[in-house]
């Protein structure tokens, strides 16, 4: 009688929170990296073959008028809250711009509320301290990184729930695995899986068995301008390797016989990062024109989402979160007012009637406007996006109402959502929140003073050189959530003819004297896998040291690391700062 009465209390529970248990849906959203619209065989590029990514479109619904954020972190909210990104907060792709405000609400948070078991594997780039961590905005489980690139894609040191560890092998396949790994755990309860992969976005790794195919290929294919011909063939190399790992998750899902309770999103961050073919249109990433924020979106659920179903209507990154929920019965607590709206009608109608809209894609300070028919880029040109996706024939003075509407539209949008980015970004980085054992601080988010330089002018993945005198500093502008006991380790290099320097961390009051005893001057390194040259910074294995424990006092301040003594002619190359709440 108890099993009886417990199982028709579960069930009530999870009818109340939108779906019976059994029926739920899992939901896995995959987000490329920097892959243009056309960097997939079913969007027409004879150049590479993408079977596994055609297939998924072809079994479920195809959008061909999806938009995303010219560039990574506004996309990332966009998807992550139904939001535009200046109502974010998100502004920039490092040094703390890329964070979302914390008053926002993830999909993420909305799924867990409902009962699902949640998990990130990837790249994150909306904010790395918690509770700007993933950990923090809905996600169980995380493993890969919050920066906004990488710098190494092969045994990569990553982070598991906010604890450094070590990758395993190529970066894709090896968030891949962990994917796998957390279906096969929860295959008996609904589980969401955001896997945003971190390429092709430079550096442009990938392993031989991609890059042998592509390295001498003759592209049948090419950008109508200048074109790097050894960078493209690199990109078409990972794309060819996402698709063999889409094709994994899929086979998986197939295996514990789990595809007609799954559905699986597909879609791209911004325009390709780079000149290549993507169907003749204008603009590449971050660029507000069509090439720069058009994306494919493949929504797959069997036996709900008829196959084959292709859809023209207009939709944007904004959309999923309504959309995903709707879909799955899961009723959102009331937030912030959502600027997106959901597609369950056009997925899952006959033929809806569908009113026309406008969706704005915005980034440093450039406005475009879309409309089912036509696109208002930010100098003002009009152009039939039916007729011209190229964007090759201004026709503002044909058309000059439509023009001078959607200008209105674009200077009233300026208003009422740009304008929430007016103010400079004060908001410092938390530091030592209760919920959370570890706090990274790395040199992407530090400030150098004096002589101390970034190994390159990208801050992500960069780490502090240069530093020669007493009188330079790193600082952090923190916010000490709750006072404790910190223990602290640094990440460092430094020769041995170097070795000696003594240096202080100081916060408030408190203060964490170290030295580096120990000489360590590993090379430079990701060259060697490298398949064309990089612009960002190369990396280093770092050295950890430990500096012991410190108290600190809540509050907001500076903290500095400045060096006390200099034996010899620089104090260290400096990576990151660890701290973790110790009793």
């Not at 999909?107 to 078991?117: D, E």
């Not at 889409?246 to 911004?270: C, P, W």
């Amino acid at each position: 009688m108890k099993q009886i009465l417990l199982f028709l209390y579960m069930a009530y529970i999870a009818t109340a929170q939108g779906q019976p248990a059994a029926t739920k849906p899992n939901i896995i959203i995959i987000l490329t990296d920097d892959q243009g619209w056309g960097d997939l065989s079913i969007n027409g590029n004879k150049n590479l073959q993408t079977p596994n990514i055609d297939r998924l479109a072809k079994s479920g619904a195809r959008f061909h008028n999806f938009f995303v954020s010219p560039v990574c972190s506004p996309t990332r909210a966009e998807f992550l809250t139904g939001r535009y990104h200046p109502r974010t907060g998100v502004y920039s792709t490092s040094a703390g711009g890329e964070r979302m405000d914390l008053d926002e609400q993830t999909i993420a948070q909305v799924f867990k509320s409902a009962g699902y078991s949640t998990a990130m594997f990837g790249k994150w780039h909306n904010g790395m301290q918690y509770p700007y961590h993933p950990n923090a905005r809905g996600f169980d489980e995380f493993y890969g990184f919050c920066s906004g690139h990488w710098g190494e894609y092969f045994n990569a040191q990553l982070e598991h729930n906010g604890k450094l560890v070590d990758g395993n092998g190529f970066i894709i396949d090896d968030l891949t695995d962990k994917a796998i790994q957390f279906i096969d755990e929860n295959k008996e309860n609904p589980f969401l899986i955001y896997l945003p992969y971190n390429t092709p976005h430079s550096p442009m790794q990938v392993p031989d068995r991609w890059w042998n195919k592509f390295k001498d290929k003759e592209l049948e294919l090419r950008h109508d301008g200048e074109e790097d011909i050894p960078f493209t063939r690199a990109a078409l190399a990972m794309c060819e390797n996402i698709d063999w790992n889409v094709g994994r998750i899929m086979e998986k899902l197939s295996a514990l016989q789990l595809e007609k309770n799954t559905m699986v999103v597909y879609f791209h961050d911004n325009g390709p990062n780079g000149r290549r073919w993507n169907g003749g249109m204008k603009g590449s990433k971050g660029s507000t024109d069509e090439g720069g924020v058009r994306s494919p979106l493949f929504i797959r659920w069997p036996g709900t989402i008829a196959a084959n179903r292709s859809i023209e209507a207009i939709s944007a990154a904004i959309d999923l979160l309504p959309t995903l929920t709707d879909l799955a019965g899961i009723h959102a607590s009331p937030g912030k007012p959502l600027d997106g709206i959901s597609l369950k009608p056009l997925l899952l109608g006959a033929q809806p009637l569908w009113p026309d809209r406008m969706i704005f894609n915005h980034w440093g300070g450039n406005v475009s406007v879309r409309t089912q028919q036509y696109r208002l880029d930010h100098t003002g040109m009009l152009f039939d996006m039916q007729r011209d996706r190229g964007q090759r024939q201004n026709i503002a003075n044909q058309m000059a109402p439509v023009a001078e509407t959607l200008l209105k539209q674009a200077e009233q949008w300026r208003e009422q959502v740009l304008s929430e980015l007016a103010n400079p970004d004060s908001r410092p980085f938390p530091l030592g929140h209760p919920d959370s054992k570890y706090t990274q601080l790395p040199a992407r988010d530090g400030v150098p003073h004096g002589n101390i330089k970034r190994s390159n002018r990208f801050p992500n993945s960069s780490f502090f050189t240069n530093w020669i005198s007493v009188d330079d500093k790193i600082s952090w502008n923190v916010d000490l959530i709750e006072s404790g006991n910190f223990e602290v380790v640094l990440y460092y290099t430094c020769p041995q003819k170097d070795a000696g320097s003594t240096f202080e961390l100081r916060f408030g009051e408190s203060t964490l004297k170290g030295q580096i005893v120990e000489g360590y001057d590993p090379p430079l390194r990701g060259m060697e896998h490298d398949r064309v040259e990089r612009t960002e910074s190369y990396v280093k294995d770092f050295k950890a040291l430990n500096l012991g424990t410190v108290h600190l006092e809540k509050g907001q301040g500076e903290l500095t690391l400045q060096a006390l003594n200099i034996p010899g002619s620089t104090v260290m190359d400096f990576r990151l700062l660890m701290f973790e709440r110790v009793e």
